[in-house]
């Protein structure tokens, strides 16, 4: 996923932190999802 979209999922596999960065994903909990937050 791309865009300056916040995750709506408040718990995630690195922690219950959002994003890093610009771009996040909108999918709540998932591996992938932990990986993009990592912008």
Known sequence: ???PV???AP???LGP???VGPVA???PT???GSRN???
Request: proline share 24%; hydrophobic share 45%.
């Open 37 to 39: 937050k990592i912008c």
């Open 30 to 32: 998932t591996r992938i």
């Open 6 to 8: 916040a995750p709506v």
């Open 1 to 3: 996923p791309a865009g």
């Open 11 to 13: 718990v995630t596999p």
């Open 25 to 27: 994903p909108v999918a």
């Open 17 to 19: 932190v959002g994003p």
